[in-house]
Protein backbone atom coordinates (compact mmCIF):
# COMPACT_ATOMS: atom_id res chain seq x y z
CA UNK A 1 0.00 0.00 0.00
CA UNK A 2 1.76 3.27 -1.26
CA UNK A 3 1.99 6.10 1.91
CA UNK A 4 -0.17 8.62 0.22
CA UNK A 5 -3.57 7.95 -2.04
CA UNK A 6 -4.90 10.15 -4.52
CA UNK A 7 -7.53 8.88 -7.15
CA UNK A 8 -6.18 9.17 -10.64
CA UNK A 9 -9.15 10.56 -12.23
CA UNK A 10 -9.09 11.50 -15.08
CA UNK A 11 -11.82 14.41 -13.91
CA UNK A 12 -13.80 16.52 -15.91
CA UNK A 13 -15.66 19.25 -14.77
CA UNK A 14 -17.55 22.62 -16.50
CA UNK A 15 -16.23 25.96 -16.25
CA UNK A 16 -17.42 27.28 -13.19
CA UNK A 17 -17.81 24.42 -11.13
CA UNK A 18 -16.42 23.94 -8.00
CA UNK A 19 -13.33 20.92 -8.07
CA UNK A 20 -12.54 18.89 -5.05
CA UNK A 21 -9.43 16.51 -5.05
CA UNK A 22 -8.51 14.24 -2.25
CA UNK A 23 -5.58 12.26 -0.76
CA UNK A 24 -5.44 9.73 1.74
CA UNK A 25 -2.21 9.06 4.08
CA UNK A 26 -0.78 6.38 6.32
CA UNK A 27 2.22 7.61 7.24
CA UNK A 28 1.85 9.93 10.86
CA UNK A 29 4.89 11.19 10.69
CA UNK A 30 3.90 13.86 8.04
CA UNK A 31 3.48 17.24 9.08
CA UNK A 32 3.51 18.92 6.18
CA UNK A 33 1.39 19.27 2.80
CA UNK A 34 1.39 20.72 -0.36
CA UNK A 35 -0.47 20.76 -3.20
CA UNK A 36 1.70 20.66 -6.87
CA UNK A 37 0.09 21.39 -10.23
CA UNK A 38 1.82 20.24 -13.05
CA UNK A 39 1.05 21.02 -16.84
CA UNK A 40 1.82 18.18 -19.25
CA UNK A 41 5.59 18.55 -19.89
CA UNK A 42 6.66 20.48 -17.25
CA UNK A 43 7.90 20.63 -13.67
CA UNK A 44 5.28 20.63 -10.79
CA UNK A 45 4.41 24.57 -9.60
CA UNK A 46 4.04 24.96 -5.85
CA UNK A 47 0.35 25.80 -5.45
CA UNK A 48 -0.34 25.94 -2.15
CA UNK A 49 1.23 24.48 1.51
CA UNK A 50 0.56 24.37 5.14
CA UNK A 51 1.33 22.22 8.12
CA UNK A 52 -1.69 22.31 10.66
CA UNK A 53 -5.02 20.98 10.68
CA UNK A 54 -8.19 23.19 9.00
CA UNK A 55 -8.89 25.44 5.96
CA UNK A 56 -5.63 27.48 4.10
CA UNK A 57 -7.32 30.15 1.24
CA UNK A 58 -5.71 31.43 -1.38
CA UNK A 59 -7.65 33.24 -3.82
CA UNK A 60 -9.89 30.91 -5.74
CA UNK A 61 -8.55 27.88 -3.73
CA UNK A 62 -8.72 26.39 -0.44
CA UNK A 63 -6.44 23.46 1.06
CA UNK A 64 -7.82 21.28 4.01
CA UNK A 65 -6.41 18.76 6.30
CA UNK A 66 -7.26 16.60 8.76
CA UNK A 67 -4.94 15.07 10.49
CA UNK A 68 -7.15 12.80 12.44
CA UNK A 69 -8.32 11.28 9.58
CA UNK A 70 -5.38 11.41 7.26
CA UNK A 71 -7.30 13.13 4.71
CA UNK A 72 -6.08 16.29 2.86
CA UNK A 73 -8.47 17.71 0.14
CA UNK A 74 -7.96 21.11 -2.19
CA UNK A 75 -11.02 22.87 -3.32
CA UNK A 76 -10.90 25.43 -6.36
CA UNK A 77 -13.49 27.34 -7.16
CA UNK A 78 -14.96 29.55 -9.87
CA UNK A 79 -12.72 26.61 -12.16
CA UNK A 80 -11.01 28.04 -15.27
CA UNK A 81 -9.94 26.29 -18.38
CA UNK A 82 -6.74 27.26 -17.30
CA UNK A 83 -6.60 25.29 -14.26
CA UNK A 84 -6.61 21.90 -16.42
CA UNK A 85 -3.29 20.52 -15.70
CA UNK A 86 -2.37 17.67 -13.05
CA UNK A 87 -3.02 17.87 -9.41
CA UNK A 88 -0.43 15.98 -7.26
CA UNK A 89 -0.42 15.92 -3.01
CA UNK A 90 2.93 16.09 -1.88
CA UNK A 91 3.50 15.28 2.21
CA UNK A 92 6.60 14.90 4.05
CA UNK A 93 7.74 14.25 7.56
CA UNK A 94 11.02 17.02 7.29
CA UNK A 95 12.71 16.66 3.83
CA UNK A 96 11.65 14.26 0.97
CA UNK A 97 8.22 14.87 -0.57
CA UNK A 98 6.51 11.89 -1.19
CA UNK A 99 3.53 12.75 -4.20
CA UNK A 100 -0.07 11.02 -4.68
CA UNK A 101 -0.50 9.63 -8.05
CA UNK A 102 -1.60 13.08 -9.16
CA UNK A 103 -5.55 13.47 -10.75
CA UNK A 104 -5.74 14.90 -14.64
CA UNK A 105 -8.81 17.48 -14.15
CA UNK A 106 -10.00 19.05 -17.23
CA UNK A 107 -12.52 21.77 -17.01
CA UNK A 108 -14.48 21.80 -19.95
CA UNK A 109 -15.50 25.72 -21.48
CA UNK B 1 12.21 35.46 -10.32
CA UNK B 2 14.48 33.43 -11.16
CA UNK B 3 13.57 29.41 -10.93
CA UNK B 4 15.37 26.21 -10.83
CA UNK B 5 17.77 26.16 -14.08
CA UNK B 6 18.15 22.64 -15.21
CA UNK B 7 20.07 21.12 -17.94
CA UNK B 8 19.91 19.54 -21.00
CA UNK B 9 15.58 19.72 -21.32
CA UNK B 10 16.24 17.01 -23.61
CA UNK B 11 18.86 14.30 -23.52
CA UNK B 12 18.60 10.97 -25.40
CA UNK B 13 20.94 7.87 -24.57
CA UNK B 14 21.70 4.60 -25.51
CA UNK B 15 21.85 1.02 -23.03
CA UNK B 16 25.16 0.96 -21.15
CA UNK B 17 25.99 4.77 -21.90
CA UNK B 18 26.59 7.50 -19.07
CA UNK B 19 24.61 11.00 -18.69
CA UNK B 20 24.58 13.39 -16.52
CA UNK B 21 22.08 15.87 -15.49
CA UNK B 22 22.66 19.36 -13.93
CA UNK B 23 20.51 21.79 -11.65
CA UNK B 24 21.11 25.46 -10.76
CA UNK B 25 18.93 26.13 -7.83
CA UNK B 26 17.25 29.09 -7.09
CA UNK B 27 20.36 31.83 -5.91
CA UNK B 28 20.55 31.48 -2.35
CA UNK B 29 18.95 28.08 -1.86
CA UNK B 30 21.01 26.34 0.03
CA UNK B 31 19.02 22.38 -0.47
CA UNK B 32 18.62 20.41 -3.57
CA UNK B 33 16.53 17.61 -4.46
CA UNK B 34 16.61 15.05 -7.15
CA UNK B 35 13.44 13.71 -8.32
CA UNK B 36 12.61 10.68 -11.38
CA UNK B 37 8.92 10.61 -12.79
CA UNK B 38 8.22 7.32 -15.10
CA UNK B 39 5.44 8.10 -17.36
CA UNK B 40 2.20 9.05 -15.66
CA UNK B 41 3.72 8.49 -12.35
CA UNK B 42 4.61 10.47 -9.61
CA UNK B 43 7.44 11.73 -8.80
CA UNK B 44 9.93 9.33 -6.64
CA UNK B 45 12.54 10.98 -4.72
CA UNK B 46 16.35 9.76 -5.41
CA UNK B 47 18.47 11.90 -3.39
CA UNK B 48 19.32 15.24 -1.74
CA UNK B 49 21.96 17.39 -0.37
CA UNK B 50 22.42 20.77 2.20
CA UNK B 51 25.29 22.71 1.92
CA UNK B 52 27.44 20.23 -0.32
CA UNK B 53 26.77 17.21 2.10
CA UNK B 54 24.01 14.31 0.71
CA UNK B 55 20.80 14.75 3.20
CA UNK B 56 18.36 11.59 2.65
CA UNK B 57 18.78 9.23 0.15
CA UNK B 58 15.71 7.82 -1.41
CA UNK B 59 15.41 4.89 -4.04
CA UNK B 60 18.28 6.19 -5.96
CA UNK B 61 20.10 2.93 -7.88
CA UNK B 62 23.44 1.76 -7.29
CA UNK B 63 24.17 3.16 -11.00
CA UNK B 64 23.49 6.47 -10.30
CA UNK B 65 25.37 9.03 -8.17
CA UNK B 66 25.30 12.28 -7.26
CA UNK B 67 26.84 15.59 -6.11
CA UNK B 68 26.29 19.15 -4.55
CA UNK B 69 29.19 21.73 -5.37
CA UNK B 70 30.30 24.93 -3.93
CA UNK B 71 28.32 27.31 -5.81
CA UNK B 72 25.22 24.72 -5.15
CA UNK B 73 24.86 23.35 -8.27
CA UNK B 74 24.28 19.52 -8.31
CA UNK B 75 24.91 16.87 -11.07
CA UNK B 76 23.20 13.66 -11.15
CA UNK B 77 25.42 11.11 -12.99
CA UNK B 78 23.96 8.39 -14.91
CA UNK B 79 25.67 4.97 -16.01
CA UNK B 80 25.58 1.57 -17.27
CA UNK B 81 21.86 3.44 -18.66
CA UNK B 82 18.47 0.99 -18.98
CA UNK B 83 15.87 1.22 -20.68
CA UNK B 84 13.79 1.67 -17.56
CA UNK B 85 16.25 4.89 -16.63
CA UNK B 86 13.58 6.64 -19.03
CA UNK B 87 11.99 9.60 -17.07
CA UNK B 88 11.66 13.22 -16.56
CA UNK B 89 14.28 14.33 -13.87
CA UNK B 90 13.28 16.83 -11.33
CA UNK B 91 15.42 18.95 -9.21
CA UNK B 92 13.75 21.07 -6.72
CA UNK B 93 15.46 23.84 -4.31
CA UNK B 94 14.45 24.78 -1.27
CA UNK B 95 15.97 27.30 1.66
CA UNK B 96 16.30 25.24 4.79
CA UNK B 97 14.99 27.20 7.78
CA UNK B 98 16.15 26.31 11.41
CA UNK B 99 14.05 25.98 14.08
CA UNK B 100 9.84 24.51 14.54
CA UNK B 101 8.11 24.43 12.31
CA UNK B 102 10.56 23.11 9.33
CA UNK B 103 8.76 23.77 6.68
CA UNK B 104 10.91 23.99 3.10
CA UNK B 105 8.97 24.74 0.74
CA UNK B 106 10.41 22.95 -2.88
CA UNK B 107 10.38 25.06 -6.01
CA UNK B 108 10.74 22.66 -8.91
CA UNK B 109 12.66 22.88 -12.39
CA UNK B 110 11.64 22.10 -15.54
CA UNK B 111 12.75 18.65 -15.18
CA UNK B 112 15.57 16.82 -18.37
CA UNK B 113 13.44 14.13 -20.12
CA UNK B 114 15.58 11.19 -20.54
CA UNK B 115 15.12 8.71 -23.51
CA UNK B 116 17.23 5.11 -23.39
CA UNK B 117 17.34 3.55 -26.48
Known amino acids: QKEVEQDPGPLSVPEGAIVSLNCTYS??????FMWYRQYSRKGPELLMY????GNKEDGRFTAQVDKSSKYISLFIRDSQPSDSATYLC?????????FGTGTRLTIIP | AAGVIQSPRHLIKEKRETATLKCYPI?????VYWYQQGPGQDPQFLIS???????DKGSIPDRFSAQQFSDYHSELNMSSLELGDSALYFC????????????????FGPGTRLLVL
Open chain 2, 92 to 107: ASSFRVAGPPILETQY
Open chain 1, 27 to 32: NSAFQY
Open chain 1, 50 to 53: TYSS
Open chain 1, 90 to 98: AMSGNEKLT
Open chain 2, 27 to 31: PRHDT
Open chain 2, 49 to 55: FYEKMQS
